[in-house]
């Protein structure tokens, strides 16, 4: 569809709250990608909150609990302490900053260049691509071809594509904190394949009651995940080491379409955004419990965390909007509007100041200043854009999906 005049709302003083602890109030910010930000009087209020945070004690390298062989979190109040702004890994210091788009309705994946905007490599991969997946020990890309039942290796050094790799059903991925397994999420299969995380032998396979199962993140010491099941209206929870589930919880009384699931910085709460009812929930892992809602926008379903670890964004697909969730106190301080659009998957640039996010049903990638709220671009791609992937980004290792670097 074509795009027109893009406009931005910001609530409660816009990202510059979170990030720099200025006075609350309300702002209005009408934009295009190219006009200057305007601001209007103060008018409305936050939307109310549920949920409540306690404090949490991250895993340490002396932590027994740990994951045997994870890396110790840095900072045991900030599990993305290693994510700031700019701070690449030697792996990764080398390698062209690209943004890869795979496109699940032209089974095909574009690549553009974040310095000009424009697309700079395009190629063919595997029926309905999913999202594009950095390995544990970020050295490639890959492009996880859902119906192609298969996997195409990037090389994030040149941006070029290899030989695939069979895979069964691999609507997503992630990989065990210790670097030891690739955890291919057979969404249509009802599995979690535990491979290995280099040659993607199949280890174990783990059938789970949770029809949908999409997304995943796990527990600062590594111990256990929690993922989504979209159709069941449910989050399950297993165990890493035995690969086995512990249990499930129902949220909403079943009436959930549960999506993306995003762990706090100090390790206790994870997010857990729900289309359905247009908002994530807080969900404390150790427990399984549901313990609060906070309401974003309809169709809520991608969350990414700022690179001070302040801030989760949130995009609303149905509403076309992207809502900042203050962690310090689970309000929502902004809400940036994209009118027409349909903000779905994607991810941060290394220097934290733009947000890529695929307009899933528009044929459009975003691009949005963190700072401002302001739409900076849109470039058209494929059809059907869905797991972008920004690279390089700051972290010492990958936990999969667009991007969950620790």
């Given at each position: 569809?074509?795009?027109?005049?893009?406009?931005?709302?910001?609530?409660?003083?816009?990202?510059?709250?979170?990030?720099?602890?200025?006075?609350?109030?309300?702002?209005?910010?009408?934009?295009?990608?190219?006009?200057?930000?305007?601001?209007?009087p103060r008018g409305s209020t936050v939307p109310p909150t549920t949920g409540s945070k306690t404090p949490h004690t991250a895993a340490t390298a002396s932590d027994p609990g740990a994951l045997p062989g994870m890396p110790p979190v840095l900072d045991p109040?900030?599990?993305?302490?290693?994510?700031?702004?700019?701070?690449?890994?030697?792996?990764?210091?080398?390698?062209?900053?690209?943004?890869?788009?795979?496109?699940?309705?032209?089974?095909?994946?574009?690549?553009?260049?974040?310095?000009?905007?424009?697309?700079?490599?395009?190629?063919?991969?595997?029926?309905?691509?999913?999202?594009?997946?950095?390995?544990?020990?970020?050295?490639?890309?890959?492009?996880?071809?859902?119906?192609?039942?298969?996997?195409?290796?990037?090389?994030?050094?040149?941006?070029?594509?290899?030989?695939?790799?069979?895979?069964?059903?691999?609507?997503?991925?992630?990989?065990?904190?210790?670097?030891?397994?690739?955890?291919?999420?057979?969404?249509?299969?009802?599995?979690?394949?535990?491979?290995?995380?280099?040659?993607?032998?199949?280890?174990?396979?783990?059938?789970?009651?949770?029809?949908?199962?999409?997304?995943?993140?796990?527990?600062?010491?590594?111990?256990?995940?929690?993922?989504?099941?979209?159709?069941?209206?449910?989050?399950?929870?297993?165990?890493?080491?035995?690969?086995?589930?512990?249990?499930?919880?129902?949220?909403?009384?079943?009436?959930?379409?549960?999506?993306?699931?995003?762990?706090?910085?100090?390790?206790?709460?994870?997010?857990?955004?729900?289309?359905?009812?247009?908002?994530?929930?807080?969900?404390?892992?150790?427990?399984?419990?549901?313990?609060?809602?906070?309401?974003?926008?309809?169709?809520?379903?991608?969350?990414?965390?700022?690179?001070?670890?302040?801030?989760?964004?949130?995009?609303?697909?149905?509403?076309?909007?992207?809502?900042?969730?203050?962690?310090?106190?689970?309000?929502?301080?902004?809400?940036?509007?994209?009118?027409?659009?349909?903000?779905?998957?994607?991810?941060?640039?290394?220097?934290?100041?733009?947000?890529?996010?695929?307009?899933?049903?528009?044929?459009?990638?975003?691009?949005?200043?963190?700072?401002?709220?302001?739409?900076?671009?849109?470039?058209?791609?494929?059809?059907?854009?869905?797991?972008?992937?920004?690279?390089?980004?700051?972290?010492?290792?990958?936990?999969?999906?667009?991007?969950?670097?620790?």
């Open positions: 569809m074509r795009i027109g005049r893009l406009h931005v709302v910001i609530v409660v003083g816009a990202l510059v709250v979170a990030l720099t602890g200025c006075s609350s109030g309300t702002k209005t910010v009408t934009t295009s990608p190219t006009s200057a930000i305007t601001v209007a109040n900030d599990i993305y302490a290693a994510d700031r702004p700019n701070q690449l890994s030697p792996v990764v210091r080398g390698f062209r900053p690209l943004v890869y788009v795979p496109n699940s309705l032209s089974n095909t994946v574009d690549v553009i260049d974040p310095s000009t905007y424009t697309i700079v490599g395009h190629f063919a991969v595997g029926a309905l691509p999913q999202h594009v997946v950095p390995a544990w020990d970020l050295k490639t890309l890959y492009v996880t071809n859902d119906r192609g039942n298969s996997l195409t290796p990037i090389d994030p050094a040149t941006g070029q594509p290899g030989t695939p790799i069979p895979v069964e059903d691999p609507y997503n991925m992630y990989f065990t904190p210790d670097g030891k397994y690739a955890i291919v999420v057979a969404e249509r299969l009802q599995r979690l394949d535990f491979r290995d995380a280099h040659t993607f032998k199949l280890v174990k396979s783990l059938p789970v009651d949770c029809r949908g199962i999409d997304h995943i993140d796990f527990s600062a010491n590594g111990r256990y995940l929690i993922a989504s099941c979209e159709f069941s209206g449910k989050v399950l929870k297993a165990d890493v080491e035995t690969q086995s589930v512990i249990g499930t919880i129902t949220l909403n009384g079943g009436d959930a379409k549960p999506q993306d699931v995003k762990l706090d910085p100090t390790g206790h709460t994870f997010y857990v955004a729900d289309m359905i009812r247009g908002g994530v929930y807080t969900v404390n892992g150790d427990t399984l419990t549901v313990t609060g809602f906070i309401p974003t926008g309809r169709g809520a379903h991608g969350l990414y965390v700022s690179r001070d670890s302040q801030v989760l964004y949130v995009t609303n697909r149905d509403a076309g909007t992207i809502s900042l969730l203050d962690f310090a106190t689970n309000a929502i301080v902004a809400t940036w509007v994209i009118p027409g659009g349909s903000p779905d998957m994607g991810g941060i640039s290394a220097d934290g100041t733009k947000l890529w996010v695929s307009g899933r049903y528009s044929g459009v990638v975003y691009v949005i200043d963190t700072r401002s709220g302001a739409v900076l671009h849109t470039i058209g791609v494929g059809s059907g854009p869905h797991g972008l992937c920004v690279y390089p980004q700051p972290g010492r290792y990958s936990l999969g999906h667009t991007g969950i670097f620790r």
